[in-house]
């Protein structure tokens, strides 16, 4: 299983960037598949995913009505839409997948089995 993530970049604030993962090893309609990430010196936090086998959504507070998510099935590829971009926002985002994941657990990294690499999104002022 391979998650590839990618997008990441340096942006003024209220700008807009588009993170892409894709899958390689497994079909990822069938999973969990999130969007975490990670200030430095901070924990990992959820930002976004699609619950197992499922078209439902859900996000982190800190990004609703601005970021987000989407899934192209034919191409295996979940995106996150990054709009009005906040300094605060600066982070290396990561894409997680799980295929047992309950629901009351989508938010928790440490249920998660497969990661991408992440990608640095930087947001300056």
């Known amino acids: 299983v391979q998650l590839q993530a990618s997008g990441g970049g340096l942006v003024q604030a209220g700008g807009s960037l588009r993170l892409s993962c894709a899958a390689s090893?497994?079909?990822?309609?069938?999973?969990?598949v999130a969007w975490f990430r990670q200030a430095t010196g901070k924990d990992r936090e959820f930002v976004a995913a699609?619950?197992?086998?499922?078209?439902?959504?859900a996000y982190a507070d800190s990004g609703k009505g601005r970021f987000t998510i989407s899934r192209d099935n034919a191409k295996n590829t979940v995106y996150l839409q990054m709009s009005s971009l906040e300094p605060e926002d600066t982070a290396v985002y990561y894409c997680?997948?799980?295929?047992?994941?309950?629901?009351?657990?989508?938010?928790?990294?440490?249920?998660?089995?497969?990661w991408g690499q992440g990608t640095q999104v930087t947001v300056s002022s």
């Open positions: 090893g497994i079909t990822i309609r069938m999973y969990a």
């Open positions: 997680a997948a799980d295929k047992h994941i309950i629901l009351s657990s989508l938010r928790d990294p440490l249920q998660y089995d497969y």
């Open positions: 699609f619950k197992r086998g499922s078209s439902n959504t």
